[in-house]
């Protein structure tokens, strides 16, 4: 009895340390990420992640692993070997136009990462902010990997592998294609640059030691040498295809051209080289030149309607007005359902001053797609020009719902409201305008105008004293036009 009263305390107080011990000596792990974390991190790099991509001549591309910007000049981190010994390479954005490479930044070679030089435009840009640490070990990290692809994995606290150790070591599993990937921790920043695996390993770049690389400090650029030569063989398909390595690895979308005539000289089937040449020759400002081409991808594909469109756009703008409409209202026949179709068919028409057709194809557009507000603004100026100014009013109505902070709609509104001397309405219209445009004197001065039409004289100081701060002749003007009024 004695010796199981002094046992039980001291296995229990085993026991006890044995915990506190385990407890203490296991790092805090955070939680994997949530799938909303999950989702928010996926559509924030999707904007900036790039495709490394390697192209032969007949255009086909292999997929040699990702990138991600980091700038707003163009700038793409990647892995080095991703694009090592590569002549034709470009990165494909989010917009899916492949863009050649201009040259090499700066270079890691120790953590083999490269930044590179790109030409991608300023729309397309999406730089991922940089983490200025590690995680914490035990942490939760997402791989991304281009266009959208996710892993989760774990921060471990020290590598595990002695050849590794300039680099961060991941516990998760990634494959070949994932290199060049961004590493994120679950607050949106890039912690690393996938470098390559090994086993349930995966080892990255950790972002603040490369991020030196961005210093301009650190740039001495080299140009990418890239083989924009000519085709092995003169066959329909490589002309294309040159052409278009051509626009991404030349001067511009122009020095293609000649490939695509070439191309659909020798082969008059050849939709693509029609459509390419079409392009080239718009960008180039020849318009008449490319409504041949556009007519015969038309003739090889009758079903697209964007072909029609294109055509439309073409003819009109060199004057060709009933040929665009001809070729809008085939555009439409095939697609019914798309308002910027009908948007354009009535802009021809109100080019012709045809009145009623215009107004007929901007409600219709307007029908299906109550929230664009261009057809809008076209409905309402054909309603001005015919004085239908009740119509025009009820429409600007329309468009301020649809667009309730738009300034200018409200603006139109209360103007056009004002040349039918519905003032209620229009002061109503210019005190929102006010409200959106604090700093905009005329909206100031219009409002106290109309404040006078409905004998609201304290109403049209108080826009008096409102305008002695913003501009001292505009208020002048203002209390001329009071004192006149009541003369």
């Known amino acids: 009895m004695t010796g199981k009263s002094k046992t039980a305390p001291r296995a229990v107080g085993c026991f006890l340390i044995i915990c506190i011990a385990s407890v203490v000596s296991i790092p805090t792990v955070s939680s994997e990420p949530t799938e909303d974390e999950l989702t928010a991190i996926v559509e924030q790099v999707q904007l900036s992640n790039v495709s490394m991509l390697r192209l032969d001549w007949r255009g086909n591309s292999s997929f040699g692993g990702s990138g991600f ?53 300023p729309y397309a840009l999406y730089p991922l902010p940089l983490a200025s640490s590690l995680p914490e070990p035990g942490e939760d990290v997402v791989f991304v990997q281009w266009p959208g692809r996710t892993r989760t994995g774990v921060f471990e606290a020290a590598p595990k592998i002695p050849e590794r150790e300039r680099l961060m070591v991941i516990t998760g599993h990634t494959e070949p294609g994932w290199s060049g990937s961004p590493v994120m921790n679950t607050k949106g920043e890039v912690v690393g640059i996938v470098i390559s695996r090994r086993d349930r390993l995966t080892f990255a770049a950790p972002i603040m030691e490369v991020a030196a690389l961005l210093s301009g400090k650190s740039h001495s650029f080299f140009p990418w040498e890239s083989d924009a030569s000519d085709p092995p063989n003169d066959s329909p398909e490589d002309l294309y295809w040159a052409g278009r390595l051509v626009q991404i690895y030349g001067r511009g979308r122009d020095d293609g051209l000649p490939y695509f005539e070439q191309a659909f000289e020798k082969d008059p089937e050849y939709a693509e080289a029609y459509i390419e040449a079409a392009f080239c020759y718009r960008s180039l400002g020849r318009y008449d030149k490319a409504i041949d081409p556009f007519k015969n991808s038309i003739r090889l594909r009758p079903s697209d309607p964007s072909l029609y469109v294109w055509l439309a756009l073409t003819c009109d703008w060199i004057g060709r007005h009933d040929d665009a409409i001809r070729s809008y209202r085939q555009a439409i026949q095939i697609d019914p359902n798309d308002a910027q179709k009908h948007y354009y068919l009535g802009n021809v028409y109100s080019t012709l001053q045809q009145r009623d057709e215009a107004i007929a194809c901007y409600e219709e557009a307007i029908r299906l797609d109550p929230s664009g507000a261009d057809a809008y603004f076209a409905l309402v100026l054909e309603y001005r020009m015919l004085k239908r100014y009740h119509e025009a009013i009820e429409t600007y109505k329309k468009q301020v719902r649809v667009s309730p902070t738009d300034a200018e709609a409200y603006r139109a509104l209360a103007f056009t409201c004002g040349i039918v001397g519905r003032h209620g309405e229009a002061t109503q219209a210019y005190e929102e305008t006010v409200r959106m445009r604090a700093e905009n004197t005329h909206f100031h001065y219009m409002l106290a105008l109309n404040y006078m039409w409905e004998v609201y004289i304290w109403s049209a100081l108080g826009e008096y004293h409102m305008l002695k701060d913003l501009d001292q002749d505009k208020a002048d003007e203002l209390f001329d036009s009071i004192c006149g009024w009541y003369d």
């Open 69 to 121: 910007f980091v700038d707003e000049y163009g700038a793409v981190f990647t892995a080095s070997h991703v694009v090592e010994n590569a002549k034709r390479t470009g990165v494909q954005a989010l917009t899916e136009e492949i863009y050649r490479i201009n040259g090499v930044l700066a270079q890691d070679i120790g953590r083999d990462v490269i930044l590179l030089s790109t030409p991608v435009p």
